[in-house]
């Protein structure tokens, strides 16, 4: 069953500390993104891949960091230095050519 | 710029249609999304249409893209309370580039 899964659902966060959050996807899609989501505000980009081992900084990217070793992950590590982390966290996905992007279920990452 | 504007909020009642309504300003956008977000979820792709179509139809759903006017809309016939949640509109400015979102119209349907 084709799709892409973000996990944990929910994620704890003590001021001061790293967080990864995982993304993984098994449609052979090329290109992956990480968007946040805070409440009236939309979708905002924070990094994006196209290939394997190269990614580029989307609209919001400091405090944020990402790695693409496999096409079928795409880990997004939220650091300390991301002042206001509370966000709901969203993963997608698309094959270039297609265009369509899909989406995981998203993680609420929550500073306690 | 790139820029997707929607309404924030619609409130119809049940059986009653819904119209989303969009803008957008990449005049060279291929493709143009709707999704649909319920509660504590991911984004579900609803339909997309290409610049070169005028309307798209898919049993409920309708997508209108007014090209000149950069004007997108989606209307839901026969509104159902399952309907209820947040529609976003997305437009793609050229094959391979990120997704540009608009902020989500929250759709509440009463019965």
């Known amino acids: 069953d084709g799709g892409i899964t973000q996990s944990p659902k929910y994620l704890f966060r003590k001021e001061g500390q790293n967080v990864t959050l995982s993304c993984e996807q098994n449609?052979?899609?090329?290109?992956m993104y990480w968007y946040r989501q805070d409440p009236g505000q939309g979708l905002r980009l924070i990094y994006y891949?196209?290939?394997?081992?190269?990614?580029q900084k989307g609209d919001i990217a400091e405090g944020y960091s990402v790695s693409r070793e496999k096409k079928e992950s795409f880990p997004l590590t939220v650091t300390s230095a991301q002042k206001n982390p509370t966000a709901f966290y969203l993963c997608?996905?698309?094959?270039?050519?297609?265009?369509?992007?899909?989406f995981g279920q998203g993680t609420r990452l929550t500073v306690v | 710029g790139e820029d997707v504007e929607q309404s924030l909020f619609l409130s119809v009642r049940e059986g009653d249609s819904s119209v989303i309504n969009c803008t957008y300003t990449d005049s060279s956008s291929t493709y143009l999304y709707w999704y649909k977000q319920e509660p504590g979820a991911g984004l579900q792709l609803l339909t997309y249409i290409f610049s070169n179509m005028d309307m798209k139809q898919d049993q409920r759903l309708t997508v209108l893209l007014n090209k000149k006017d950069k004007h997108l809309s989606l209307r839901i016939a026969d509104t159902q309370t399952g309907d209820s949640a947040i529609y976003f509109c997305?437009?793609?400015?050229?094959?391979?580039?990120?997704?540009?979102f608009g902020k989500g119209t929250t759709l509440s349907v009463s019965s």
């Open positions: 997305a437009e793609r400015p050229k094959a391979g580039t990120a997704l540009i």
């Open positions: 449609l052979n899609h090329d290109a």
């Open positions: 997608a996905s698309q094959a270039l050519i297609r265009d369509r992007a899909f």
């Open positions: 891949s196209q290939i394997v081992n190269d990614f």
